[in-house]
């Protein structure tokens, strides 16, 4: 597809089971985000991936999450021992590197909505 | 470290009416500055930006101007309609960063 793909859309899991997200960048670019979107709260930065260069992890909450991306592309966002606190919307996001470096602009999937009961 | 702070909403309007969602920031160095548009049910799309002081971004109609005297990025567009009912962020990137640092979102509601 042309756009960032996200899934699933939505997700319920009971509290102490762990999930994956999944995300799927827009093809050829190299940057790849990270976002959790909670009622009220704006966007969090979670984690950030640059072509082969080690992710950027300061915003992770937690040892409960984590994230890999492979052959730097698709990209998956793991929480283990999920805790009512970790639901919300987690957005990826993708953007493309020109000659001076990364544009800035961000390109956003639909993002993967967690509930945890 | 880098912050932006955005009016808090909801902000109601009816149609054609003049809009204002302001925005100011916090940063190191020259930052970037955005904003995102995020319609109910689909993800957030860039709206318009500015890279440099006193550079004017538009798209759509709206408009915000990059304003380092004041530190702010505000938005306006001078007649609204019921199809930009949406979430509008403002962010920003800084010279020394590849994060964008995002506001909290102003919810905008324009009835017929």
């Known amino acids: 597809g042309a756009g960032v793909s996200q899934s699933p859309s939505n997700k319920v899991t009971e509290k102490g089971k762990d999930v994956e997200l999944r995300c799927d960048p827009i093809s050829g670019h190299t940057a790849l985000y990270w976002y959790r979107q909670s009622l009220g709260q704006g966007l969090e930065f979670l984690i950030y991936?640059?072509?082969?260069?080690?992710?950027?992890k300061s915003g992770l909450p937690s040892d409960r999450f984590s994230a890999e991306r492979t052959g730097g592309s698709v990209s998956t966002l793991t929480i283990q021992r999920t805790q009512q606190e970790d639901s919300a919307v987690y957005l990826c996001?993708?953007?493309?590197?020109?000659?001076?470096?990364?544009?800035?602009?961000?390109?956003f999937g639909e993002g993967s909505r967690l509930t945890v009961l | 470290g880098n912050s932006v702070t955005q009016m808090e909403g909801p902000v109601t309007l009816s149609e054609e009416a003049f809009l204002t969602i302001n925005c100011t920031y916090t940063?190191?160095?020259?930052?970037?500055l955005f904003w995102y548009v995020q319609y109910p049910g689909e993800g957030l799309q860039l709206l318009l930006k500015?890279?440099?002081?006193?550079d004017k971004g538009s798209n759509k109609g709206f408009e915000a101007t990059y304003r380092k005297e004041t530190t702010s990025f505000h938005l306006e567009k001078g007649s609204v309609q019921v199809s930009d009912s949406a979430v509008y962020f403002c962010?920003?990137?800084?010279?020394?960063?590849?994060?964008?640092?995002f506001g909290r979102g102003t919810s905008l509601i324009v009835h017929p």
């Open positions: 940063a190191t160095g020259y930052p970037s």
């Open positions: 996001a993708s953007s493309p590197w020109d000659r001076a470096g990364n544009t800035g602009e961000l390109f």
């Open positions: 500015a890279t440099k002081a006193d």
């Open positions: 991936f640059q072509g082969n260069s080690a992710p950027d």
């Open positions: 962010a920003l990137r800084s010279g020394g960063s590849y994060i964008p640092t």
